[in-house]
DNA sequence: TGGGCTATCATTAGGGA
DNA sequence: TTCCCTAATGATAGCCC
């Protein structure tokens, strides 16, 4: 597994994943009646949403709903628990991120919802 | 599709196909350099997630961009630009984390993290 | 819940439109 | 971005631990 290069199949593989793994999260949905969001940003930062029953309410819960053993969804909880070899691939791809960024204007973002369930 | 019946055979449904899921998500970060959120619930409700760059990260972002005519993750389609994200951005976070303060101990949820490869 | 194993079925890449 | 097509790759169900 290796990042595409070319910029154009890079949509292209996005979209068709993109689609993929929509389908599969339908699927999980639907065989065990499980609540499921998924948030993505496409290679041009365009969002993407899936959610059953509704992202938002999955959302929600998730930043207030928590007992005192977890902390709650804080940055610092996060990256206490991603291990070494997880987060240097994240810092590799985050760096990707920005130089793709940069390149791009950051102040004309289109930003819209798709709800595809609920 | 059909919903699983049989609760065993659901259970190991649904953990065998998230953990395919979070495989795919995974890939498609990978190929693509783009941001994923997951987050799913088993079918005892607990919850589990996946991120990249890191889930807080984008869920934070999708709660808190938004503008005077949308109150922000509705159930309807929000479509609409985004101007100045960095300051609102920054501003909605520091709001978001002390209503999170607020509602400590609120609740009962087991929450945990788990990032897949790696 | 998750890991291993395998036959079978589903999905993806790639090319073209 | 999406759809069609096909070969090749990958994922899932079912069974045991």
């Known amino acids: 597994m ?3 290069e070319h910029e154009a199949k890079r949509e292209v593989t996005f979209s068709k994943r993109k689609k993929g793994l929509f389908n599969k999260a339908s699927e999980l949905c639907e065989l065990c009646g499980v609540e499921v969001a998924l948030i993505l940003f496409s290679p041009h930062l365009k969002p993407f949403t899936f959610g059953h029953p509704d992202a938002n ?3 929600q819960r998730c930043l207030t709903e ?3 053993h977890s ?3 804080t940055r610092r909880n996060v990256f206490h628990r991603i291990n070494g070899v997880r987060e240097k691939h994240n810092e590799s ?3 990707l991120e920005e130089e793709e960024k940069k390149s791009k204007n950051k102040k004309k973002w289109y930003f819209y919802w798709r ?4």
């Open 66 to 68: 928590r007992d005192d």
């Open 115 to 118: 709800v595809l369930v609920g």
């Open 93 to 95: 791809l985050k760096r």
């Open 71 to 73: 902390p709650g969804l």
């Open 2 to 4: 290796k990042r595409v």
């Open 57 to 59: 309410k999955i959302l």
